[in-house]
């Protein structure tokens, strides 16, 4: 199993963990994490995409690798459905956004909120392995 | 040609194509991403042709701008767009006569309400709802400022049995602006 989808698991099984905890703000971001880190499995394991090639071709953008990958992703998958590339173009960046506002603005988040992160990164995770085999 | 130019001239031929749908761009600087919101939901979630006039779109956004990522969203997403750059066909969604007929149904158990009053507490509005009050001028957030457990839906709608205890109204200055 390779480091990041195995990290992956982690995150997500961290997640649950997490929210029975109450803490629903590291809640969101594990389950977030859990996400990025099956994609650049995705990307690495599964495409064989260069992993010095990605990290320079991340250097060349202003928006970090989390984007880079969310669109190499989405890019990929388009490929294989439309239909499921609509839907993660938008569940993706949404996701990313929670994780920003979890762990950096001064705001509580709710059990739903950590329970509705989790059941989205099995969704995505669900979805990237119907694709990604 | 810059993104937004790309976007701009690409959305137009969309929009002039589906006059029934309203498109805004804007830009998310939270994530750092260029957002298109197609209205209504009904039109983005089902309309295939729609799918096939964005989706290339989108992905043709993606491959010649490297550095920018657009996404379509429509009302049912968290994000938002800090601030709206262009729209085309803003009125157009506005005026199917299902929402009007719709919101005669929302508004009518609210008749002998005083629409001046501020409800306790924003417990639940439908994001259509919510468009149609910004539309209105901010008087249908009364509407939408409703506490109870039980969902009505019409058409597009869904909103909460109003609470007919006044004792759940508050008689403290509305959060915003009321409609005059």
């Excluded at chain 1, 949404?94 to 705001?107: N, Q, T």
């Excluded at chain 2, 629409?115 to 439908?126: N, R």
């Amino acid at each position: 199993m390779s480091n990041f989808q195995e990290k992956s698991i982690q995150s997500l099984e961290s997640a649950k963990v997490l929210v029975k905890c109450h803490y629903y703000s590291s809640t969101v971001n594990r389950s977030y994490y859990a996400c990025f880190q099956f994609v650049m499995h995705i990307l690495f394991d599964k495409l064989k995409k260069d992993q010095r090639e990605f990290y320079a071709e991340v250097q060349q953008r202003p928006n970090g690798s989390h984007s880079w990958a969310s669109k190499l992703i989405g890019i990929e998958l388009a490929k294989k459905s439309l239909e499921d590339y609509k839907w993660l173009q938008g569940k993706f960046p949404e996701f990313r956004e929670k994780r920003i506002v979890a762990d950096y603005h001064p705001i509580a988040l709710s059990a739903d909120d950590g329970n509705d992160s989790i059941t989205l990164a099995t969704t995505i995770l669900n979805l990237l392995r119907k694709h990604f085999k | 040609m810059a993104p937004v130019e790309f976007l701009k001239e690409r959305l137009r031929v969309i929009a002039e194509k589906f006059p029934n749908v309203h498109i805004r761009y804007g830009y998310n600087h939270l994530i750092e991403a260029h957002i298109v919101e197609i209205l209504p939901l009904s039109e983005f979630a089902n309309n295939k042709e729609l799918d096939h006039a964005w989706i290339p779109l989108s992905l043709e956004f993606m491959q010649s701008f490297r550095n920018e990522e657009v996404v379509f969203i429509s009302s049912d997403s968290t994000l938002s767009i800090d601030a709206i750059i262009f729209e085309f066909n803003a009125t157009q969604v506005y005026k199917e006569g299902s929402v009007e007929e719709n919101w005669n149904k929302i508004l009518s158990p609210f008749a002998n309400l005083d629409l001046g009053t501020q409800f306790s507490t924003t417990s639940f509005i439908s994001l259509d709802c919510k468009e149609y009050a910004e539309k209105a001028g901010g008087i249908l957030h009364g509407i939408g400022l409703i506490n109870s457990n039980i969902l009505y839906s019409f058409g597009n709608f869904i909103f909460e049995e109003p609470v007919t205890n006044e004792e759940t109204f508050t008689s403290t200055e509305p959060d915003f602006p009321m409609a005059a």
